[in-house]
T-cell receptor, first 114, second 116 residues
Framework: KQEVTQIPAALSVPEGENLVLNCSFT??????LQWFRQDPGKGLTSLLL?????REQTSGRLNASLDKSSGRSTLYIAASQPGDSATYLC?????????????FGTGTRLQVTL | GAGVSQSPSNKVTEKGKDVELRCDPI?????LYWYRQRLGQGLEFLIY????????KSGLPSDRFSAERTGESVSTLTIQRTQQEDSAVYLC??????????????FGPGTRLTVL
């Protein structure tokens, strides 16, 4: 059974810092990995999707890397801003069959302070 | 264009009552998913629909839970005889397809269900 772990569970940084969020998964047979942010009382916003054949994806100040063989992904946020405060979730999609259901980590709650 | 919408945004019910939650996916998205997020826990997959194929119900926690989808549009998640442990945020997502490179999932705002 796939298990997804995110470390740290919570993180507080001052504005302007670069930071890294970690995601690890136990079964490397994945189709892709997706990073989301979740704001309180709201749904999930997709940030980046990395296919299993890719090593990284970039969008603005965000960069996500994937090392499938070691079961790890990182989300790098450059020059953090207070508006980045949210819970960040990673989720993996299994490679086998047609299953598209995502297995989620429990998230990293990020607070960017002024 | 419009994203995934869900209604109601909040629902408070008494233990033992039935509830229906609604999801409107993004137009043209053939795949639709339901997840549950209990307080302090990660999202749990419940069920997914792909076109006219039989739904994958493997995540439904009990036979009190059921879901339907009309064609490739609206879906309803029904919880019968609600229990307090059903209290959670129920999230719906849709994707262009379930397989291939078009399966990025887009989520709705969720329905917060509270069972008293």
């Amino acid at each position: 059974k796939q298990e997804v772990t995110q470390i740290p569970a919570a993180l507080s940084v001052p504005e302007g810092e670069n930071l890294v969020l970690n995601c690890s998964f136990t079964d490397s047979a994945i189709y892709n990995l997706q990073w989301f942010r979740q704001d309180p009382g709201k749904g999930l916003t997709s940030l980046l999707l990395i296919q299993s054949s890719q090593r990284e994806q970039t969008s603005g100040r965000l960069n996500a890397s994937l090392d499938k063989s070691s079961g790890r992904s990182t989300l790098y946020i450059a020059a953090s801003q207070p508006g980045d405060s949210a819970t960040y979730l990673c989720a993996v999609r299994p490679h086998t069959g047609t299953a598209s259901k995502l297995t989620f980590g429990t998230g990293t709650r990020l607070q960017v302070t002024l | 264009g419009a994203g995934v919408s869900q209604s109601p945004s909040n629902k408070v019910t008494e233990k033992g009552k039935d509830v229906e939650l609604r999801c409107d996916p993004i137009s043209g998205h053939t795949a639709l998913y339901w997840y549950r997020q209990r307080l302090g826990q990660g999202l749990e997959f419940l069920i997914y629909f792909q076109g006219n194929s039989a739904p994958d119900k493997s995540g439904l926690p009990s036979d009190r839970f059921s879901a339907e989808r009309t064609g490739e549009s609206v879906s309803t998640l029904t919880i019968q005889r609600t229990q307090q442990e059903d209290s959670a945020v129920y999230l719906c997502a849709s994707s262009l397809a379930a397989s291939g490179g078009y399966n990025e999932q887009f989520f709705g705002p969720g329905t917060r269900l509270t069972v008293l």
